[in-house]
C-alpha cells in the first residue's frame, strides 16, 4: 500500500517550534484515530511518541504533541533542543487491501 | 523491565532461509499483538505484518506474502519471523514491535536484527 506523505525536511532553531505534517486518505489518516509518531535517532529503535493521534506515552515531554485535521495529522515539536534532531515517522491504520499499518516515508528534522 | 530481545546479526546466501527470534521479558507475550516492521538499508520504516498472539493467526502486508512467515512460542514467550528463499533486496534491519493498545501503538521494539543477503 501507499505510504503517508511527509516532508522529507524540517528545521528549527532551539527553543523554535516546528511541525511536521502526515497526509494520507480517508482509508488511513482521516478514518481513523490510530495515528502514532515514531522519533528514530541514527543507528538507534524508533521510539512512540504519539499514539492514537494526540496520547503521549509515559516519559515522552510534553513539548511533543500530535493533532490531526482531516486526512493530514501532525506533530509540533516546541521548545526544540538538540536532542530532538532525528528522524520522525507517521503512522495510521489503514483498510486499504494489503495491509493494516501504513509508515509515512520520514521527515528529518535538524535542529541548527 | 519491558523488554524485547532479537536474535543476532545473520549473513546469508540468496536462496537460503533464516529465523529470526524475539523474547518477550517483563510482560506474557499472548497480552499484546505483535508486529514486524523492516528498514532496508538508508531507508524508511515498512510494516511487514502482525500476529495475534492469544490465537497465533498472522496477517501479512501486500509485499510480504509468501515467502514470510510470522509465529509463536508461547511456552518461551518468544515471537519468530522466517524468511525462505531470501533475495539481495530483503537486506535491511528487521524489528519486532509490541502494540501495547492494539491500535497501532507500537511501544516496545526489539533492538533489531539486521539480515544481509549477499553471494
Redesign the interface.
Known amino acids: 500500500q501507499s505510504a503517508l506523505t511527509q516532508p522529507p525536511s524540517a528545521s528549527g532553531s532551539p527553543g523554535q517550534s516546528v511541525t511536521i505534517s502526515c497526509t494520507g486518505t480517508s482509508s488511513d489518516v482521516g478514518g481513523y484515530n490510530s495515528v502514532s509518531w515514531f522519533q528514530q535517532h541514527p543507528g538507534k529503535a524508533p521510539k512512540l511518541m504519539i499514539y492514537e493521534v494526540n496520547k503521549r506515552p509515559s516519559g515522552v515531554p510534553d513539548r511533543f504533541a500530535g493533532s490531526k485535521s482531516g486526512n493530514t495529522a501532525s506533530l509540533t515539536v516546541s521548545g526544540l533542543q538538540a536532542e530532538d534532531d532525528a528522524d520522525y515517522y507517521c503512522s495510521s491504520f489503514t483498510s486499504n487491501a494489503g495491509g493494516n499499518t501504513v509508515f509515512g516515508g520520514g521527515t528529518k528534522l535538524t535542529v541548527l | 523491565q519491558v523488554q524485547l530481545v532479537q536474535s543476532g546479526s545473520e549473513l546469508k546466501k540468496p536462496g537460503a532461509s533464516v529465523k529470526v527470534s524475539c523474547k518477550a521479558s517483563g510482560y506474557t507475550l499472548t497480552s499484546h499483538p505483535m508486529?514486524w516492521?523492516r528498514q532496508a538499508p538508508g531507508q524508511?520504516?515498512?510494516?511487514m505484518?502482525?500476529i495475534n498472539t492469544n490465537t497465533g493467526n498472522p496477517?501479512?502486508?501486500?509485499g510480504f506474502r509468501g515467502r514470510f512467515v510470522l509465529s509463536l512460542d508461547t511456552s518461551v514467550n518468544t515471537a519468530y519471523l522466517q524468511i525462505s528463499s531470501l533475495k539481495a533486496e530483503d537486506t535491511g534491519m528487521y524489528?519486532c514491535v509490541r502494540d501495547f493498545?492494539g491500535?497501532?501503538?507500537?511501544?516496545i521494539?526489539?533492538?533489531?536484527t539486521m539480515v544481509t543477503v549477499s553471494s
Open positions: 508486529n516492521v524508511g520504516l515498512e510494516w505484518g502482525w496477517a501479512y502486508a501486500q524489528y493498545t491500535k497501532d501503538a507500537f511501544d521494539w526489539g533492538q533489531g
